[in-house]
């Protein structure tokens, strides 16, 4: 049986050099950009892999989240990570026109 995260609270480390992936959100109005999208993920995910002391989450792992509003704390949560990469593609004729934060 796999114990629950509050019985190993304080009993594990706390995740370090630990990165997840997300998948990179398509905000053009073309759904073939999807694909693009994914590659970028895809290709992020292999290049980081070959980074000494780096561990990398899965390409699973990561895509489970994709289309979910998930907060960002609760995905490095779940994913044991202390960093998370996640970007938008987007058209760059409709890039002026996506909310700044």
């Given at each position: 049986?796999?114990?629950s995260r509050d019985?190993?609270?304080g009993k594990t480390k706390l995740p370090t050099n630990r990165l997840a992936v997300l998948p990179f959100v398509n905000m053009s109005a073309d759904p073939e950009n999807e694909y693009f999208s994914d590659g970028i993920t895809e290709e992020l995910l292999n290049a980081f892999t070959k980074v000494d002391g780096l561990q990398v989450t899965s390409r699973t792992s990561?895509?489970?989240f994709k289309g979910k509003n998930t907060d960002i704390r609760e995905i490095g949560i779940q994913l044991n990570v202390d960093r998370i990469l996640e970007e938008v593609c987007a058209n760059p004729e409709t890039v002026s026109a996506l909310p700044r934060s």
């Open positions: 049986m796999v114990p019985e190993l609270k990561a895509f489970a």
